[in-house]
């Protein structure tokens, strides 16, 4: 079965940092751009970030500019995201998902450009 599985969420301080993972099952990652998305209660779902497949092209929300980090090491076939700088409205449910081929185009914030979804790790921000 091809999917992918995320990891690392948790309660975070605000000021603190957190580091999630998304790694493939079944699924060759360096085939895929993957991006980040993410949903909080009551709210739709929202881009977040995104890295192409080489690892040299990424995008990043306004929200989360200059505090989240988004890598890849395809030799461990996983994404990661590395969020510092916690605001309590980071807290969330986040998602990663893989689209095929090489880019992270700025169509990233769509959902259907992306094949693949993971099943979302919580993420909470509070002191």
């Known amino acids: 079965q091809l999917r992918l599985v995320e990891s690392g969420g948790g309660l975070g301080q605000p000021g603190g940092s957190l580091r999630l993972s998304c790694a493939g099952s079944g699924l060759t990652l360096d085939n895929y751009a993957i991006g980040w998305f993410r949903q909080a209660p009551g709210r739709e779902r929202e881009a977040v970030s995104c890295?192409?497949?080489?690892?040299?092209?990424?995008n990043y929300a306004d929200s989360v500019k200059g505090r989240f980090t988004v890598s890849r090491d395809n030799a461990k076939n996983t994404v990661y995201l590395q969020m510092d700088s916690l605001k309590p409205e980071d807290t969330a449910v986040y998602y990663c998902a893989a689209r095929p081929g090489a880019q992270c185009y700025s169509d990233y914030v769509y959902f259907r450009v992306y094949d693949y979804w993971g099943q979302g790790t919580q993420v909470t921000v509070s002191s």
């Open positions: 890295i192409s497949s080489g690892g040299g092209n990424t």
